[in-house]
C-alpha cells in the first residue's frame, strides 16, 4: 500500500507548521524524516493516523484521500508509533499487546487462536515476551516502548508510521528494532533524530525545514556535509561505512569561546 502527500499545509494559529508538502512512500519503502526540532515531521505524521487534518492539501492510501475512509478502515490500514505515547492503566502487558486487534473486533469478541498467536509472535519480535504478565507501568521506557511497537505489529496494518520510535532504547534495541522495520515488508514512515541510523535503516530521505521539504532522495544523495551545515546548523565529515558503504557522519564541535 503506497501512502503519499498531495501538496499537504497544516496551519494552526494562523502560522503553517507544514507547508505544501508533496512527499511519496512506495509500497514495502522505508522513508525517514528527519530534519530539527520544530521543523514539522511530527506535524506531518500526525495527519496520517488523523491526530490532525489539513488546512489544504491531502493524505492519500493508495491514491485515496486517507479522509473518505471511516475511523475503523484508516485504524486496518495505518498503525502509528506516537511521540507521546502511553499507557495510563496499568495493564499486562500482553493485555496492551492485544489492543491492537481492536479494529479488527466488534464489542467484546475474545481474541481467536491465530489472534492470540499473533499478540505471541510480536511480544517476541520485540524482545517482551518475558514482560508478558508484568503491569505496563512497571516497566522502563525502553521496555514500554517496544510493546507499543509490538501493539502496532498486532495491528496488521499497511502502513506503519512511527516518531521517533528509538527514544528510550539501548543500541541493541535500537538496531534490532529498525532491522525489523527494514524487514516488516510494511510501507514504513519513520521520525528519526539520529542521522547515522536514518542512513542505514532508511531506504529514502525527507529532509523539513521551516515546514518545508528541502531534499529528498537516498541517503547517499541527502546526506552531504552541506545540507546537515545549511539544515542543521553542525559542521559533519561523511564518510563511507566501511561495510555497507552508506553515509555516516562524523561530527566537529565548535571551538569553546575564547574568555
Do not use: W
Not at 43 to 49: G, K, P
Not at 105 to 119: C, I, M, P
Not at 207 to 214: C, E, F, I, S, T
Not at 216 to 232: C, D, M, N, Q, Y
Amino acid at each position: 500500500m503506497e501512502l503519499s502527500f498531495d501538496e499537504v499545509t497544516v496551519a494552526v494559529n494562523g502560522r503553517n507548521l507544514v507547508e505544501s508538502l508533496s512527499l511519496r512512500v512506495g509500497s514495502g519503502e522505508v522513508v525517514g524524516l528527519v530534519g530539527p526540532n520544530g521543523s514539522g515531521k511530527s506535524t506531518a505524521l500526525r495527519c496520517v493516523y488523523r491526530a490532525l487534518t489539513p488546512s489544504g492539501g491531502a493524505v492519500r492510501v493508495d491514491r485515496l484521500a486517507l479522509t473518505s475512509l471511516t475511523p475503523r478502515e484508516s485504524a486496518r490500514a495505518v498503525a502509528a508509533l506516537t511521540q507521546d505515547g502511553t499507557v495510563d492503566l496499568d495493564f499486562t502487558v500482553e493485555e496492551v499487546v492485544a489492543l491492537g486487534r481492536a479494529p479488527h473486533l466488534r464489542g467484546n469478541q475474545a481474541l481467536s487462536g491465530r489472534e492470540r498467536a499473533l499478540v505471541a509472535r510480536a511480544m517476541h519480535r520485540l524482545d517482551v515476551a518475558h514482560l508478558a504478565r508484568r503491569g505496563v507501568l512497571t516497566l522502563s521506557g525502553g521496555e514500554r516502548q517496544r510493546v507499543l511497537v509490538a501493539r502496532a505489529l498486532v495491528q496488521e496494518p499497511k502502513i506503519l508510521v512511527l516518531d521517533e520510535p528509538t527514544n528510550h532504547l539501548d543500541v541493541r534495541h535500537q538496531i534490532e528494532l529498525l532491522a525489523l522495520l527494514r524487514g516488516a515488508g510494511l510501507t514504513v514512515l519513520v521520525v528519526l533524530h539520529d542521522l547515522n541510523l536514518a542512513a542505514a535503516a532508511c531506504d529514502r530521505l525527507g529532509v523539513l525545514a521551516h515546514g518545508r521539504l528541502v531534499a529528498t532522495g537516498s541517503p547517499g544523495e541527502v546526506l552531504t556535509a552541506g545540507l546537515v551545515r545549511e539544515v542543521f546548523g553542525v559542521e559533519a565529515t561523511v564518510v563511507p561505512h566501511p561495510l555497507t558503504g552508506g553515509p555516516q557522519l562524523l561530527y566537529t564541535l565548535p571551538a569553546p569561546p575564547m574568555n
